[in-house]
């Protein structure tokens, strides 16, 4: 794509690498961005989209390389050098206060005031409908950002965005909580910031949304530029056949593997969150014992709210469940689904799945006592003792004692113990919701193993992950999530990557 003059470029990166420990994050990518277009970035996870947003933004300064701002070359420090270059970025993860106002999120941090004078209240809220009326927004100045839908928090980002003068806006999955309608709105503005002359960074996984809105696509591949191309030349096999290329996926299955009967069965599973948007849409699925069943899908596919479902952490949902042909009433709170046999790995193991201050013993023990570890009121050293140290002997967890607290172990480490944790449990199904998230190539290998083993035992395993080459690597049958929906249940010899990618933009 070479035909459009210079003056078109609005910014580029030469050769801009990233270097973690271990690590190459990007490496000489260079990168273009087209004036008042929608340039479209995609990858899979782990290309290095993210860390070169993050370097556009200033959030992260690059190793080596160089940028250049209309023609000319820029260094830029943090994110307040980055927005006064023109730059600003809208997160995945919304960055409002609930209990301000409209007008006060957009000019937080940045208030209209001189001196030791009051807050220019009026004239940001002049401003902020300034800026709403340029989104096409009905929305009062005034409201409480707690009162609004998603999809109008979602437009409060960008104009707090826009109140810093952004030529540039980088959109990092702006559609991951959206419902159709909201996109649809999201779509209309966008088009109109691009005629106004604003640069759309559009970072997504949804390739359909991506034809719609996309002007330029680039694609980057392990940490190094792909492809470009214009939107209106290429067609999604394309999108998929740059993104994926031609890598070995490994096999960490043995070939003729068995499974016995039923563990869990589910039935028309919908759940409706609390913006009225379904994140489960009538799901239905069973795993036998001994299977592994890998659950594909992006950000927003419903993933996580269908694991919610099953352990009860989500109680307002619809359909039926089964664990070994016994009812699992709704009513049923994530403790006695536990006892019944489920056992969840979550997603944020630092949020949501560790004590941080506690010892690596008592991670590991802490949801077992009452099953093997009380006796009375009162917990029996010896035989946690002797638990704890099995545990960390067969999962292969390097701690140096088991008193020592869990956040001094690195990510893998980490992770192993609270599997262990959950295997203390007996369970009958174990969920692992993106179990390798944010652990190094090695230790991913010890966690997929781990998997096999348990299987292996009997144990059914269900796990979730957003990585082609992972849920290849270790599933024995691939269910495909997209907008809530189950759209694929593929057998792994089966299985083609490209048709897993399709089936995951099909229900946006």
């Given at each position: ?16 690498s ?10 000489k ?5 087209w004036?008042?277009?929608?340039n ?10 993210s ?24 260094k830029?420090?943090n994110?307040r050098?980055?927005?006064?270059h023109?730059?600003?970025m809208?997160?995945?993860?919304l ?8 007008a006060?999120?957009?000019?937080l ?12 209240e009026?004239e940001q809220?002049?401003?902020a ?9 009905p929305?009062s100045?005034?409201e409480?950002?707690g ?12 104009a ?14 702006p ?19 691009t005629r ?9 996984h949804?390739?359909?949304e ?38 070995p996926v ?15 069965e ?9 913006a ?11 795993v036998n014992?001994?299977?592994i ?9 419903g ?15 619809l359909?039926?469940?089964w ?11 994530t403790a ?10 979550p997603?944020?193991?630092k ?24 006796r ?7 035989a ?17 004692t ?14 192993k ?8 449990t007996?369970?009958k199904v ?34 979730s992950?957003?990585?082609l080459k ?16 189950l ?11 490209s048709?897993?990618?399709?089936a ?5």
């Open positions: 794509m070479n035909d459009n003059p210079a003056e078109d470029i609005i910014l580029s990166t030469h050769g801009i990233m270097l973690f420990p271990g690590t190459v994050a990007l490496d990518v260079d990168y273009r961005v004036r008042g277009k929608v479209v970035i995609i990858g899979e996870n782990g290309a290095g989209k860390t070169l947003m993050k370097i556009l933004a200033g959030v992260q300064q690059p190793s080596l390389g160089e940028m250049w701002l209309d023609g000319k070359q820029v830029i420090a994110t050098d980055a927005a006064a023109g730059i600003g809208v997160h995945q993860e960055n409002l206060f609930e209990n301000l106002s409209v006060e999120n957009i000019f941090g940045r208030e209209l005031q001189k001196g030791v004078m009051p807050i220019n009026a809220e002049s401003r409908a300034e800026l709403l009326k340029r989104l096409d927004q929305i100045p005034r409480l950002v009162n609004l839908k998603v999809g109008q928090q979602q437009l409060i980002e960008i707090k965005a826009l109140a810093e003068d952004a030529d540039i806006l980088i959109l990092d999955e559609t991951s909580a959206l419902s159709k309608t909201e996109v649809d709105i999201l779509f209309r503005v966008i088009r109109e910031l106004q002359g604003v640069s759309i960074i559009y970072i997504s949804r390739l359909e991506l034809m719609a809105i996309g002007d330029v696509i680039t694609i980057l591949r392990d940490g190094k530029f792909q492809a470009e191309a214009k939107v209106q030349d290429i067609d999604v096999p394309w999108i998929v056949r740059e993104m994926l290329g031609s890598d490994s096999n960490f299955l043995e070939p003729g593997r068995t499974f016995g009967a039923p563990v869990l589910a039935e028309h599973i919908t759940c409706v969150n609390g009225g948007n379904t994140v489960v849409n009538d799901v239905s699925f069973q014992a001994g299977e069943v890998g659950i594909y899908g992006l950000m927003g596919a993933r996580t709210e269908l694991f919610e479902c099953m352990l009860g952490t989500e109680r307002n949902y359909g039926k469940l664990l070994d042909s016994k009812p699992v009433p709704q009513r049923l709170t006695e689904r536990i006892r019944m046999g489920m056992s969840l790995v997603e944020d193991r949020r949501t799945g560790i004590f941080p201050g506690s010892s690596v013993a008592s991670n590991l023990t802490i949801a077992s006592l009452w099953r093997r570890l009380q009375g009121f009162a917990i029996e050293q010896k946690e003792q002797e638990v704890v140290a099995s545990t960390i002997g067969n999962l292969s967890i390097k701690v140096s088991p008193d020592v607290e869990i956040q001094a172990l690195s990510g893998g480490n980490q992770q113990v609270v599997i262990g944790r959950s295997l203390l007996n369970p174990l969920f692992l919701d993106e179990p390798t998230r944010g652990i190094d190539v090695g230790a991913k290998a010890d966690v997929f193993r781990m998997m096999v083993q348990l299987s292996q035992e009997g144990i059914a395993v269900v796990f992950t957003s990585d992972e849920i290849m690597a270790v599933s024995d049958r691939i269910l495909v999530m997209s907008g809530g929906k759209t694929a249940d593929i057998v792994r010899d089966r299985a083609e990557e048709a897993l990618v399709t995951s933009a099909q229900g946006f």
